[in-house]
């Protein structure tokens, strides 16, 4: 390792070899694992230009005794992908609108340094990280010195640690997948933002203080804002002023908090876990939320706002709450929402005045006592609770998976798993024999089907129940798991496992471990799982989650995986009723009103064409695309109400299922096959099939009996007679007519079908099969399945096939197109194949006629003009009348093509005519002549 000393001048020493070097010499110099020293008092200019560090490298800086930088160096730098730099006792800084430090998938640590941006715009981007870079920032200061904007330090896919650092005007963005830990860190006055904000990441904060408390008194953002994030808090303040959310969580984020100061907390379909916490203003559970506290103190204050507000179906349940004064009222359980709370305190005076209320179907529970005004508007009976039973504890996470929609398997499921659980916890208790003490879990289903949920609410009731020790649910995926390199990977899918110990491991789309084929590092995390599985097991529950299908696959890859995971939970996809009930639940959440018989309608016609199987999910983005159907609507509106802004309208949602579209649409593609060049014959035969298909279609919808009519057809005909031309518009006619749900037709041939070894055939045909499912599947060649032999997979294929045709034959159409002949000979060569496919299409040979036609069309495409069409008319009827080749459309385009080389030839000999338009476009009788000849 050598240094390199760097200074402002360049100086020779007397005593040794060691000399001052220009800064950029110093790089150029300088290999990897090398030092650049920076003399006191220099400062390193970059210019205008970016800096890029491409070594592993340590700059190293001057600090006086009192602690003050001597060491800068101004400009922006970036430090690429691979590389680990550090820089230590130095100042980075910039002066003009561009970041200061960029680090794009390296490994970088500040430490002792100072970072600022002197430029005068606003929201000046300090540092950025991206591409899973490893950032380290400690013993620092981060600020910004202009009172009247803010800095940001902002990662994409990375990973940031700060540690005994400050940050002054400083703003935290952190996005999709990245972790960010804070650790003895000061944070205040920012200005017009979030203090921390992470979509769809991690954070951590412990022994911090964490402030939004604006410049000059001005503050509207929560001091942490999550969406679809976590957040992990100890020892720290998260503080606010203005009434304004200290920590806010939307879209699932979760919250887990331990011995933190809160000024305002708000969850928003979001979960909160506190332990001895203190709370100045108000805990706010809304739009399905859930929360749990051992114990909340809630701070006096001047206003009269709600201490405890669960409102929209949110669940809440507290060990302990303490309250200092009285409030109209402290506890407020509203709109089907649901609180337990076990031991009430109040500081001064008596617990029994903080005031309750229940209304509009909420459900409250406190200190053994239900609330007697939600008694008495919901009319129901209380009975006797003096003593509250051992499932009162569990009210909570039970309540609220009887809200969710849907799911009455896995609800029998989940509750027979846990009186199973919770009698074993007994039994363990009193030295008996468990019955089964494994609580590994699968849970298999498609996107959407409430398994992330449901696993919450596992961890809560089991935690309430004393089962396991910890309620929080850890959820990974395969790249919180699998490391890049060898012999990483196993040590960090044990510092994930150690992680979730005394709880639960949620591990989502957890067949993609063993994707990767055998050398894959994915391997080797399941190994490691399948160890900890064995030597923990009574502390530790896994969740293996993911596609049913794939799931059963990554079963088989390990033996040892399925004998240690004997609870299967089967989560099945939404019915359209079931779809239409969450989304109409969706839009009066978002305090939208509807006509509900006609979405429930249109809705459900919907969803049975679209096959889309990410269920909740798919609902949600429906109705955000009906919501911004309705938005542009009223963008349009001089004058628009409060009314208007909730109504959701019946054109609105034809918007989205584009039911107005459909008949045109279809008038569209009966057009264009009416358009096509000559085949009469098979426009006939479609028109009827098709017909058939809607009234049996329309007979079914009605319940009345319908024809023995199966879709599934052969195209009969030479290459370019249109085959997959007309089967593309006649999937198309279908889907809009409503007899298949989807317009996409899926082209294969036999490598699309056929595998090269033994068992591998049938997969994968069932694979190509399924992804057809709901529209068409057009198979070119077909015959080429049978002309192998009989050891040939192809006949594999073809017996998958008719399988596939029978299970599902009123949700795909298969054509089987190819050659009359050979057509004819793979039809004999399995009995079943004919009778399953009635339909039969003859695609003719073109006449002479028709060929000149289509060249015509061709040549009108391409934005070319003959100058005598009847010698090109005459050209191509001779020349194709005295072909062999029957290749119809495709040989009309290769003649074309031939006569296009042509023209070019000639106009290469005569440069001048190439600036000519008309010349360019022109096929003279020359070009045709030449042809002939």
Known sequence: MATFIVGNTRKVFNFGTSKVWDFSEAYRNASNGDVIQFQAGTIINLGQNRFTIEKNLSFVGDMKDDGSLTTSINGTILVTKGYQVSFEKMILNDNIDRTVVTVNGANVVLNQCIMRNFSNTNKKVLLYANDNAQVKIMNSIVDTSDQKRWDTIKTYQANLVIENTTLDKVSIWTSENSNCKLTRVES???????????????????????????IDGENKYPTVFLNQSSLKSHNSILDNQDEVESVHLEKHSVFESNNDYIYKLAAYSSQVFLSNATIQLIFLLTNRSSGYANSVHFNEHSESIINILSTDESVLYIKNAVFEEIIDPNVRVDNEAFAAIDKIDFVNGNPDDILMEAKNGGKLIYDGQHDQKSTSENEESVGDTTNKTQSEDSNVALEKLNS??????????????????IINQKRKEQGLQVVNTSMHSLFLGNPGTGKTTVARIIGDVLYQKQVISRPD?????????????????????REVLKSALGGILFIDEAYTLSNGGENDFGREAIDEILKFMEDNRDDIMIIFAGYPKEMRKFLKMNSGLKSRIPNVFDFEDYTADEIVRIGLFDLKKRNYTVDELYYEKELKDYYDKENDHSNGRWIRNVNEKIMKAQALRLAESDNISVDLLQEITQDDINQVVNKDLEINSADDAYAKLNSLIGLEKVKQQVSKFINMSVINNKRKEQGLATSAVSLHSLFLGNPGTGKTTVARIMGQILFQKGVIRKPELVEVSRTDLVAEYVGQTAPKTRDVLESALGGVLFIDEAYTLSSGGGNDFGREAIDEILKFMEDHRDDIVIIFAGYTKEMEQFLKMNSGLKSRIP???????YTADEVVQIGLFDLSKRQYILENEDTYSEVVKDSYENTNDHSNGRWIRNVNEKLIAIQAERLASSPNDMNDIDVLKTITEEDLLKFKG
């Open 188 to 214: 205040s006055r920012i200005r017009s933002t979030n203090a921390v904000y992470a979509i769809r990441s991690n954070v951590e904060i412990e022994d911090s203080k964490i402030i939004n408390d604006g």
């Open 404 to 421: 969710l929609i849907g799911l009455d398997k896995v609800k029998k499921q989940v509750k027979e798993f846990i009186n199973l659980n």
């Open 473 to 493: 649910v850890i959820e990974v995926s395969r790249a919180d798991l699998v490391a890049e390199y060898v012999g990483q990977t196993a040590s960090k899918t």
């Open 839 to 845: 339909n039969v299409f003859d695609f003719e040979d």
